[in-house]
């Protein structure tokens, strides 16, 4: 059973800071690549940053380039978002997920697992 569990969502005020973590059980998490996505109310879901398995290679969003930074842990099987320079657009849930089907990076039909997601509210 894979699972798994996002935090370290929250308020926040448009310039700040916040830093989410997934934690991932069940599976052998070091030889898939993780993505982050958000989905705000209204839209639909859209890819926000990846991490390739050996944390060689990342990708972003335009809208969160320079701003954001994805990472990995293998050993602790986590995979962690920096979110600086917040602005209120940002503001959504967050989910993270495990790409184990082929296609690109940025599609969310190429993960298979997903979280339950962390609500990120940035204030103006």
């Known amino acids: 059973q894979v699972q798994l569990v996002e935090s370290g969502g929250g308020l926040v005020q448009a310039g700040g800071s916040l830093r989410l973590s997934c934690a991932a059980s069940?599976?052998?998490?070091?030889?898939?690549?993780m993505g982050w996505f958000r989905q705000a109310p209204g839209k639909e879901r859209e890819f926000v940053a990846a991490?390739?398995?050996?944390?060689?290679?990342?990708i972003y969003a335009d809208s969160v380039k320079g701003r954001f930074t994805i990472s990995r842990d293998n050993a602790k099987n986590t995979v962690t978002l920096q979110m600086n320079s917040l602005k209120p657009e940002d503001t959504a849930v967050y989910y993270c997920?495990?790409?184990?089907?082929?296609?690109?990076?940025?599609?969310?039909?190429?993960?298979?697992?997903w979280g339950q997601g962390t609500q990120v509210t940035v204030s103006s």
């Open positions: 997920a495990i790409k184990s089907y082929s296609g690109d990076l940025f599609r969310p039909a190429a993960y298979s697992y």
């Open positions: 991490i390739v398995w050996s944390g060689g290679r990342t």
């Open positions: 069940g599976r052998t998490f070091s030889r898939y690549a």
